[in-house]
């Protein structure tokens, strides 16, 4: 009796908190269909009275294409050499487990989920700025790869830690090498690991503001978050051109989600459950 009124009330808990989530998001895609003097006269959770898609032809023909496509070539410039690179270190990391010297590096790697961007964006704009990559989409990538590599090993590692140890021996026996292990062994049963760190680190990177910010001056090098300023006047914002915006911002990785959606779940759990 007791579990089944603390399911009751974890069901009504659950969707009290879908139903807080779905208002505001209701309120963008609303929004979006309405024009500025509809925005400040009708009620905000009211349906548009005459639909518009004014505001997404405002925001495609404001460089919308060019935006996007930036923020796809540091995305994609940021999560696969992460990724890459994170998954060869957590193999070597438990495949050389006792030694001194890999023992070290994983800490390295620990004590960098410490350092928030924050406090380092002022040696990382010195360093963009000695490497003359100041304004480039290259200098918004490179330290976009250092900060996503610490949380992808850790939880690389983890997965990587859990495939038996007889597996590997018995590939060894057959004569495969440790590349051979990595790419027929290693990277099969990690697939799902692979995918949560892909996609956790590819929404910080699509959504990164403070680097975009900082290491790039030009329009022609702006991604999306920033172009959201394109939509801001001297002394108004047009906001229901700015949710346009949004909801094709959010879009690709809201299908993203869908589609990696069991992978990301399974992920996030199993390297730290078993």
Known sequence: MRLTRRNWLG?????????????????????????????????????????????????????????????????????????????????????????????????????????????????????IIKMHLYDSLLAIILPSIAFSIPLSVLV?????????????????????????????LALPLTRPALVTVSIYNGLGVWNGFLLPLILTQSPEKRTLPLALWTFQGQYSVNVPAVLASVVLTTLPIVILYAIGRRQLLSGLTAGFSR
Do not use: C
């Open 11 to 127: 069901g009504t808990a659950g969707w009290l908190w879908l139903v807080i989530v779905l208002i505001p998001l209701y309120w963008i895609v609303v929004t979006s269909f309405k024009d500025q003097a509809g925005f400040f006269t009708q009620n905000p959770f009211a349906l548009p009275a005459e639909p518009t898609f004014n505001n997404y032809k405002l925001v495609i023909e404001s460089d919308f294409p060019r935006y996007f496509l930036n923020s796809v070539i540091v995305t994609a410039g940021t999560i696969l050499p992460a990724v890459a690179i994170s998954f060869m270190a957590a193999y070597a990391i438990v495949r050389g487990a006792g030694g001194r010297f890999l023992a070290g590096v994983n800490g390295l790697f620990l004590m960098g989920l410490a350092i928030p961007l924050q406090a380092t964006i002022i040696p990382v704009y010195l360093l």
């Open 156 to 184: 690389l590692t983890n997965f990587i830690r859990d495939v038996p140890k007889e597996l590997f021996e018995s590939m060894r026996v057959d004569g495969a090498t440790e590349w051979g292990m990595l790419r027929g």
